[in-house]
């Protein structure tokens, strides 16, 4: 970490704090694009929540029903559906 601290000070990178986020950052932005090319590769959500989660599938599907406020069923309602 020393050695990339010396490396890459700058304007931007004036403490370890600084090069810590910009360590999280570039972790961030691979992980984004692992999860579009996954996606992009014709992965289901639930592939996709599994390998970057690792969740358990009755877990996603908990949390998917939470996060929405609602049963899938209900989201599948056409008449619930339109209010979205």
Avoid: N
Avoid at 59 to 79: C, F, I, N, S, V
């Amino acid at each position: 970490m020393e050695q990339r601290f010396v490396k890459e000070r700058s304007a931007h990178i004036k403490c370890y704090g600084d090069l810590i986020r910009r360590h999280r950052e570039e972790h961030e932005v691979e992980l984004i694009r692992d999860v579009m090319r996954m996606a992009q590769a014709g992965h289901s959500e639930e592939e996709i929540l599994q390998r970057f989660l690792r969740l358990e599938p009755a877990l996603t599907q908990e949390l998917d029903d939470t996060a929405t406020g609602y049963t899938r069923d209900r989201a599948e309602d056409p008449k619930i559906a339109r209010l979205g």
